[in-house]
């Protein structure tokens, strides 16, 4: 089945971590959050790692360099090296080293993640739009970074030097709440130039073409808590991906994905990388999951049985995605989640 064309959660009789080489996996929201680890998370992690898969993190956050982010990980007890982390730093380092001479001058708007993937590339950052940028790159830079680099950036690009950004995530999660991540602050230099910068990180491709060259994978697994980077990422990589619940995504987001967004599997947390994955089958009129059979009413989705919470959650997709493909579109979902306490 052809991931555009996808209308339900796969199955899979091998436990995903034997059936995948590599897992890519995203941090924030999956790994950790608010610089802690997530339940189940470092067993599952130790678990896969021991049976053989390749573990890589892959981050779009541009701002810690990927020595920093494995020390990061040693600390909560998933041992780590610099050469696991992928950022997407790195992704827009080597993008902007295709189009520009080697040696250049790169204007940073960011932290050290940048300048450290700049140099890696044999490119020098600077900090003025008056030091002669052949490229301007943007990432996030913290609750710290000074306004004014915004003006920096925005005077190279109105003079028409190439503008970069790593990625374009609009928020940031932090052990206080959301906060504005690096697509607000290219926002502030969109508006102020009008122009558009190229983007690296996910889920554009770039970043996927980044973290295949550092890894080597051959079957990857995208793992990853939001649909518009993660699981996009993979849809434009063509790889297969696991949502895991622990980070932005919920019911009503799933239910209501486009087929971009739709991941191969779906599992509570990490530890359904260990696990084979139920099959979702057509039945009475609409499709079963374990001990849960849902389908697309009139005006909104039904649900009826009993079990784990989320056969009933693969369950609803199936009934939710056919029936978008069928060109229903207005399907309220509110009862059926809560009848399964989602």
Known sequence: MSQGARTRPEGSGQALSEAYDTALLDLDGVVYAGGNAIVHAVE??????????HLAYVTNNALRTPDAVAEHLTELGIPTEAD??????????????????????????????????LRERGLEPVESADDGPAAVVQGFGGPDLPWGRF????????RGVPWFASNTDLTIPSGRGIAPGN???????RIATGAEPQVAGKPLPPM?????????????LVVGDRLDT?????????VDSLLVLTGVTDGAQLLAAPPQHRPTYVDADLRGMLTGQPEVIEAEGGFR?????AKAGKERLEIDGEGEVLDGLRALCAAAWTAAGEGVCELDAGKALARLGL
């Open 230 to 238: 993660d699981i996009e990422g993979a849809f434009n990589g063509e």
């Open 208 to 220: 996927h073409r980044e973290t295949i060259l550092r890894t080597g994978a051959k079957r990857p």
């Open 289 to 293: 999951c374990g001990g849960w059979t």
């Open 44 to 53: 599952s992690l130790a678990t896969a790692r021991e049976g053989g898969m």
């Open 183 to 189: 697509g607000a602050a290219v926002e502030v230099v």
């Open 151 to 158: 003006a920096e950036a925005s005077y190279a690009v109105a």
């Open 84 to 117: 696991d982390v992928i950022t997407s730093a790195q992704a827009v380092a080597r993008l902007i080293s295709e189009q520009v001479p080697a040696g250049a001058r790169v204007l940073v708007i960011g932290g050290e993640g940048l300048r450290v993937a």
